[in-house]
């Protein structure tokens, strides 16, 4: 066996935006409640990186947008994890 193209892909990646979708609103959301805007900016980096096409020939570059993502999630739950509670009336 050997791997094969099928095709070209398609222009725009649909699991990508499918996945960025429930993380831009989470990221609205958190900053909106002023926890961080990290998530929100992480998302739109990560979708900006993935439709804009780069003169490198390696695919590997979207890995660096993929790893801004990482730490913009990473960020957020440490953020979530540091905010006190708010204490009950």
């Not at 725009?12 to 998530?39: D, E, H, N």
């Amino acid at each position: 066996m050997r791997y094969a193209s099928a095709g070209t892909s398609p222009e725009i990646p649909f699991m990508v935006v499918l996945v960025m979708i429930p993380l831009l609103a989470a990221g609205a959301v958190l900053w909106k409640r002023r926890v961080t805007s990290a998530l929100f900016w992480g998302t739109i980096v990560m979708g900006a990186g993935s439709a804009i096409r780069l003169p490198v020939r390696s695919s590997a570059v979207a890995n660096l947008f993929e790893l801004v993502l990482i730490g913009a999630l990473w960020l957020s739950v440490a953020s979530l994890r540091n905010r006190r509670p708010a204490k009950a009336s």
